[in-house]
């Protein structure tokens, strides 16, 4: 599986914000007639070229057993990162799916020109060093993130969301929960436009924001407030840690 098709970027009808993985849906919102279109997992243009992070080949650990090639090998780590990509959120778990494509990767390179996969193993490898690339990106993404203190996070937060909500058709307002004394618990006041959307379309975007904010503050237990621009809670985390939406 391409893992690509998961963190490849998508042209969109308004500004993108730069996200991590992620398998959501486009999220198509019509506001009168006015529609909104994002992906929120990629980015504007094309494919960029992550900058240098550090990722050690490795020694490779033999095969499980004779009869398993390293051919076979590499697409089993393959299939693992794959996976990994779709749940990851923090600088480890990131690079955590760096070194399982690196190690896929070193199995691939290592095979002889004289064995049966040789011609298909290399293209495999080149399709394997993109998705190792795009996985550095959010890599180098997240290791940001852990630098900034929850101010810096929340600045970071807010101006990703004005650059995909540039009208505030959606989002009125970011900010920390002023009651959550970790601050990790970003409260975002919703536009009425936002209220009349369905709950399942309500739902994907609290989905997407909460991952986003994941991301931004390097917290996989950090949370999300979704509130009216009267104050009226409507959605995001409930006290069980899972989120939803008001009807």
């Given amino acids: 599986m391409e893992i690509l098709a998961l963190l490849q970027p998508q042209k969109m009808a308004i500004k993108s914000w730069q996200m991590v993985a992620g398998s959501l849906a486009c999220l198509v919102i019509a506001i009168g007639s006015y529609t909104v279109v994002d992906r929120l997992f990629g980015s504007a243009g094309g494919e960029q070229s992550p900058r240098a992070v550090p990722v050690s080949e490795g020694q490779i650990p ?3 057993n004779d009869a398993e090639s390293d051919y076979d090998r590499a697409l ?7 996976v990994a990509t779709q749940t990851a959120k923090t ?35 080149e399709e394997y ?15 940001e993130a852990a630098s900034s203190t ?14 995909t ?21 970003a409260e975002i006041v919703v536009t009425p436009a936002f209220l009349e959307q369905s709950n399942a379309l309500k739902l994907e975007v609290v989905t ?4 986003r904010w994941a991301v931004t503050v390097n917290d996989a237990e950090a949370r999300v407030r979704f509130v009216s621009q009267s104050g ?6 409930n006290s069980a840690g899972v989120l939803y939406v008001d009807d």
């Fill in 165 to 185: 909500d540039q009208d505030s058709l959606l989002i009125a307002d970011v900010r920390l929960w002023s009651l959550d004394n970790n601050q990790t618990t």
């Fill in 208 to 211: 997407a924001f909460a991952e």
């Fill in 129 to 143: 060093r993109n998705n190792r690339n795009a996985v550095l990106e959010q890599l180098l993404i997240a290791r």
């Fill in 150 to 163: 929850p101010a810096e996070a929340i600045d970071t937060y807010r101006a990703l969301i004005t650059e």
């Fill in 76 to 82: 089993e780590v393959g299939a693992a990162a794959t």
């Fill in 232 to 237: 009226q809670l409507v959605g995001g985390h």
């Fill in 62 to 64: 033999a095969a499980p």
């Fill in 91 to 125: 600088a480890d778990d990131w690079q955590n799916v760096a070194d399982q494509w690196t190690e896929a990767i070193t199995l691939l390179d290592r095979l002889l020109a004289n064995d049966p996969n040789h011609d298909i193993a290399r293209a495999k490898a």
